[in-house]
């Protein structure tokens, strides 16, 4: 698939962008990629790194060190960190830089926005989002976590579990309930920071995937969190939680799609080169048609994308877009990783190859951010059906 064959929303300056973006990456994040996944581990130096590259404040308004920018730009970052070939190092700077602190110019007030916002561009301070809990994830409206009002701070009490950069972060934006029996309109968010007394960061929970990635369990007992850590409005938490969701859902298929195209350009290579009863097993009709069926997947993945990707940019309703979009990318991710891994024999079994990795670190897609049982359900009631 030649690159100039294919439609985008990109322009002169992202793709001028998009060159720095891959160069930086594939220089200094994606050579110390078997170390950080056989440690199940990535230091936080990263961060840092990508701090000093703008890579964090990318969506950030510039007056807090940002570069305020707009989704076509943060897509393009997005599209080049899956060169990391790392889902786990992935997920963990994109959840700080494109999710957490975005979150945090959106709806934090002027002083959470010097406190947290410059530190975290820099990549210094490492943010985290706690929704989902050991009894609720996709029945985000079922959680336990609570928050009681005394006086001058919230008592915090609860768990959650799932979270990514959850061991490391320096603060996490905790969605709770602050009035249970208000319904939709009794949640709030909490930022919670490291060190709070009854805040415990469990240690990286062993996955499939995303080896190098810290997801961990969080506990509160009775933490005391300034009531001036409260972001937004008291009972706005849930409301919040959901209004960048369209934007967070595009992100892992936009990621699903690059990373699929790479899994894609390896796999073409190996086919040619690698001989079988005295031809390159790519050019038994079989195979040929495996790297087609591939191949139209991902651009028809791709095209869905950009379609989502354009009217997020117009600021046009594209929930049913965006489910559409990251449903069909997982089932192709998928569909590619199993494909790719077959095409590469007994080798795509083995550590040292790639498509081994992405094999298992592409299978997240399905149940991250909105699972697609729970995706189908929201198109199909857009749908009316
Ligand atoms: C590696 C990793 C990183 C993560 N990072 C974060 C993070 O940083 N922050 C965070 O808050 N969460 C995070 N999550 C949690 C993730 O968002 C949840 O796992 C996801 O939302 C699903 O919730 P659950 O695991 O509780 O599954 P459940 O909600 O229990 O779902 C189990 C199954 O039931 C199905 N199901 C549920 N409801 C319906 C329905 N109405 N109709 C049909 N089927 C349904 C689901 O589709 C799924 O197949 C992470 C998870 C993983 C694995």
Request: charged content about 25%; overall charge neutral; aromatic content about 10%.
């Amino acid at each position: 698939m030649g690159e100039k064959f294919l439609l985008t929303p990109f322009g002169e300056e992202h793709e001028i962008f998009r060159r720095q973006c891959r160069r930086f990456v594939e220089k200094e994040l994606a050579p110390h990629v078997m170390e950080w996944e056989k440690k199940q581990d990535f230091p936080d130096e990263v961060f840092r790194r990508v701090g000093e590259m703008g890579l964090h404040g990318i969506l950030i308004p510039e007056e807090y060190g940002g570069s305020e920018g707009d989704y076509l730009m943060a897509s393009v970052w997005v599209e080049e960190s899956t060169r990391i070939r790392s889902g786990g190092v992935e997920a963990g700077i994109g959840m700080h830089g494109l999710i957490v602190l975005p979150a945090i110019a959106k709806f934090g007030n002027e002083d959470q926005k010097k406190k947290f916002l410059p530190p975290g561009v820099k990549g210094e301070k490492i943010g985290a989002l706690g929704l989902t809990e050991p009894i609720a994830g996709s029945d985000l409206a079922n959680i336990r976590t609570v928050a009681k009002r005394e006086g001058d701070h919230y008592l915090l009490n609860g768990s959650k579990t799932f979270i990514t950069n959850g061991s490391r972060a320096d603060f996490v934006l905790v969605l709770c309930k602050t009035s249970p029996e208000a319904g939709y309109k009794g949640f709030s968010t909490l930022i919670v920071e490291k060190g709070m007394a009854g805040f415990t960061q469990g240690k990286p929970l062993e996955k499939l995937g995303w080896h190098a990635g810290d997801t961990a369990e969080l506990t509160f007992e009775n933490v005391a969190v300034p009531a001036g850590n409260r972001l937004g409005e008291e009972g706005s938490g849930f409301y919040n939680s959901m209004a960048n969701l369209e934007w967070e859902r595009l992100i892992m298929a936009l990621g699903t799609v690059c990373s699929a195209q790479l899994a894609f350009e390896r796999t073409k290579t190996y086919v040619l080169q690698r001989e079988a009863f005295g031809r390159p097993i790519g050019r038994f009709q079989v195979n040929r048609h495996k790297m087609v069926d591939m191949a139209m997947e991902i651009e028809a993945a791709r095209q869905l994308n950009y379609h989502a990707l354009r009217k997020l940019m117009n600021k046009e309703p594209c929930a049913i877009e965006v489910s559409m979009a990251k449903v069909f990318a997982s089932r192709m991710g998928d569909f590619v990783a199993t494909t790719c891994l077959q095409l590469h024999g007994g080798y795509g079994y083995m550590r040292e190859y790639e498509i081994e990795r992405f094999f298992r670190d592409v299978r997240i897609n399905a149940i991250g951010g909105g699972t697609s049982e729970v995706l189908k359900e929201i198109v199909g009631r857009l749908m009316g059906i």
